[in-house]
């Protein structure tokens, strides 16, 4: 469904990314998992479309968006959960919702419902200021919001940073939950542990390579990764 | 510091700041000035001031906790007669209507003053746009507004276009130069924004101040005549052979009112359809695009936006009001020059906008309103009138930082049953 082939991304003269292909399948969770400054968050803003990859190709649904505008790239059935939630924060949930469906109107409706339905705690706090909610709460949001462009792939960049464990359970059994409705999600997390427990494969990348590559199982008994990711 | 030296620098430094106000007074003797004590009342009235401060300053904790009281007290809000929408309505009407009679019940400066605030508040409208709405500071925004009033100028010196055929060019033409002006700055935010729109207001007002073949330079354009009713002027006599003025078509007699009304009348048409127009884009979703956009640009981009599109659209449409109000402008004025145009009227502007609360559009009127009324009727002032404005800012500075009536966006509300 999507695919990237040997990407190299360049931030002026340093190199983030040094030839990077990977590739995910449609209904599959795949995540990726890496320390700080590996070039997770690189990789997926390169399938955004900004910073520009300066060598390879991405391809989407069988499309080159290589060279394509980030706006144009979002429109397509690709959704991105941006670190750090990043809700509109004067607005009210009804509202960042609203804005999620910005460019898709049709069962508009049903779509909204629907997200309610998933987040329940979206629907009490309706009309209240996305602002003055706590951390886990607008997680939900920007999940709630990216949904209701009804994505095909749902990619999301360490959607548990700075929430609490029991938030953080909840939050990934909302993710295990879409997937089974047949959204495909590419998850970025420094959280390993869950995130490998929960995804069907997985890639590690250090450095802005990709060094493993296999299902999440046989990721989370692997030697070098529990020592580098789990904590020995 | 103890409470008392801060108090004694507080004071002192009134002392020092008052004295070159009003402690020292310019003599002519001859050709030459003389710098001299003033008048005693004066100086008296300096250490009186200086004495104030000083008291403020000791007891400061306590004043604090006093304008802290009022901050947390004073919630000014609609009053509740105006919160539901059917009563806005009602209310509404009763505005407009009071606002069309205005003029046939007070004196012809009460009118004329009452259309120059019109014009700002189209000004304030339009800036809201661009600084309120799409968080884009722009403090070129007079630029816009010298380049309306230039195209019916220029037009109608060159070509004879009448004000009405203008008065979209105007707006049209001004919301291109928004367009221009868009492209370049798209990449800046914030501070270096700000800067560029300077430049660029200042590009305008000095290109027409040395364009002497074109614009006539400094010496500004004349006689640009007054706009008319479905063709009656309401001169004395028509400028052309044939023509026929206002009082003849009616068959009353002349008088100047006439005109004062028409120009008042004229431009409450133009802002209330400037209120209206953007009430409308508010409501749409590109208004809550430029709200978006204000919040958090890169959360746009994830889903989709085009943040190029939304600014150039916040740019664009902001100027073409600037247009609009431009041409009325150099209509009203019957002269324009450059001087119009200096950058005091954008800090005017923006601090209308800021004054009002940003976004807010009720506000936006309120404080235009505040910006050119309070100023006339302090004329008795007179050289102490930058000084109460001054007072004026500090005061809203302490008590409402968010501005008169910040903005309540417009959202739907459920029904509780």
């Known amino acids: 469904m999507l695919r990237l082939d040997n990407i190299h991304t360049h931030y002026g003269p340093i190199e983030a990314l040094k030839g990077v292909s990977l590739n995910i399948d449609k209904g599959e969770i795949v995540t990726l998992i890496g320390a700080n400054g590996a070039g997770k968050t690189t990789l997926l803003m390169t399938v955004c479309g900004?910073?520009?990859?300066?060598?390879?190709?991405?391809?989407?649904?069988?499309?080159?968006?290589?060279?394509?505008?980030?706006?144009?790239?979002?429109?397509?059935?690709?959704?991105?959960?941006?670190?750090?939630?990043?809700?509109?924060?004067?607005?009210?949930?009804?509202?960042?919702?609203a804005m999620g469906g910005f460019f898709n109107y049709t069962n508009y409706d049903e779509r909204l419902a629907h997200v309610l339905e998933l987040f329940p705690r979206l629907k009490e706090r309706y009309s209240q200021r996305a602002g003055t909610m706590s951390g886990g709460e607008q997680q939900m949001l920007a999940i709630g919001r990216a949904m209701m462009s009804n994505p095909e792939l749902l990619i999301l960049d360490e959607p548990s940073l700075g929430l609490a464990p029991i938030i953080i359970n909840q939050i990934f059994e909302i993710i295990d939950q879409l997937r089974k409705e047949g959204t495909t999600i590419f998850l970025v997390e420094q959280n390993a542990n869950q995130a490998l427990r929960l995804a069907d494969r997985g890639y590690v990348i250090e450095h802005g390579h990709i060094v493993l590559e296999d299902t999440g199982d046989n990721l989370l008994v692997n030697e070098d990764v529990r020592k580098a990711y789990l904590g020995g | 510091m103890s409470r008392v030296t801060s108090a004694f620098v507080a004071a002192l430094i009134t002392l020092i700041l008052g004295g070159f106000l009003l402690g020292l007074s310019l003599t002519s003797e001859g050709i030459n000035l003389v710098v001299g004590p003033s008048t005693p009342g004066k100086i008296t009235f300096l250490f009186v001031g200086v004495a104030i401060v000083f008291v403020l300053q000791y007891f400061r904790e306590h004043v604090g906790r006093f304008t802290t009281h009022m901050r947390s007290d004073q919630r000014?809000?609609?009053?509740?007669?105006?919160?539901?929408?059917?009563?806005?309505?009602?209310?509404?009407?009763?505005?407009?209507?009071?606002?069309?009679?205005?003029?046939?019940?007070?004196?012809?400066?009460?009118?004329?003053?009452?259309?120059?605030?019109?014009?700002?508040?189209?000004?304030?409208l339009g800036l809201n746009v661009v600084v309120g709405l799409a968080g884009l500071l722009d403090l070129g925004y007079v630029g816009f507004y010298a380049v309306g009033a230039y195209t019916y100028a220029l037009l109608n010196m060159y070509f004879g276009v009448s004000f009405w055929v203008a008065l979209p060019i105007a707006g049209g033409l001004a919301a291109l130069f928004g367009f221009l002006l868009g492209f370049p700055v798209l990449r800046l935010r914030g501070d270096y924004l700000a800067i560029v729109t300077?430049?660029?207001?200042?590009?305008?007002?000095?290109?027409?101040?040395?364009?002497?073949?074109?614009?006539?330079?400094?010496?500004?354009?004349?006689?640009?005549?007054?706009?008319?009713?479905?063709?009656?002027?309401?001169?004395?006599?028509?400028?052309?052979?044939?023509?026929?003025?206002?009082?003849?078509?009616?068959?009353?007699?002349y008088s100047s009112e006439y005109k004062v009304i028409f120009l008042y009348l004229m431009a409450l048409l133009l802002v209330l359809l400037t209120v209206y127009v953007i009430r409308r884009l508010i409501r749409m979703p590109i208004g809550r695009a430029w709200e978006a956009l204000r919040e958090d640009e890169i959360a746009c981009r994830a889903l989709g936006l085009n943040p190029t599109m939304i600014k150039l659209g916040a740019f664009t449409i902001g100027a073409s009001f600037a247009g609009f109000a431009g041409s009325f402008f150099a209509a009203r004025q019957g002269f324009i020059s450059p001087e119009s145009f200096t950058f005091i009227e954008s800090a005017i502007i923006l601090a209308i906008v800021v004054l009002g609360g940003m976004g807010s559009q009720l506000g936006v009127i309120l404080a235009a309103i505040a910006m050119t009324v309070l100023p006339e009727l302090a004329r008795e002032f007179d050289e102490y009138r930058m000084l109460l404005f001054g007072l004026m800012m500090v005061l809203m500075m302490i008590w409402r930082p968010q501005g008169l009536l910040p903005m309540k966006r417009p959202h739907m509300e459920l029904k509780r049953d």
């Open chain 1, 50 to 97: 900004e910073p520009r990859a300066s060598s390879g190709t991405v391809t989407w649904k069988g499309n080159d968006i290589t060279q394509k505008e980030t706006s144009e790239i979002m429109r397509t059935g690709l959704a991105v959960v941006p670190e750090g939630r990043r809700v509109f924060s004067g607005m009210t949930v009804e509202e960042n919702l």
């Open chain 2, 76 to 124: 000014m809000e609609l009053p509740s007669f105006l919160r539901s929408s059917q009563q806005q309505r009602i209310w509404t009407m009763f505005v407009i209507i009071g606002l069309l009679l205005f003029p046939f019940l007070s004196s012809r400066g009460a009118v004329d003053i009452a259309t120059l605030t019109l014009i700002y508040v189209m000004l304030g």
């Open chain 2, 198 to 253: 300077l430049g660029f207001g200042e590009i305008i007002r000095i290109l027409l101040n040395n364009w002497t073949d074109l614009t006539g330079g400094p010496n500004g354009i004349a006689r640009i005549p007054k706009p008319t009713l479905f063709g009656l002027e309401f001169s004395r006599r028509p400028s052309e052979e044939g023509a026929t003025t206002f009082h003849e078509f009616f068959g009353i007699s």
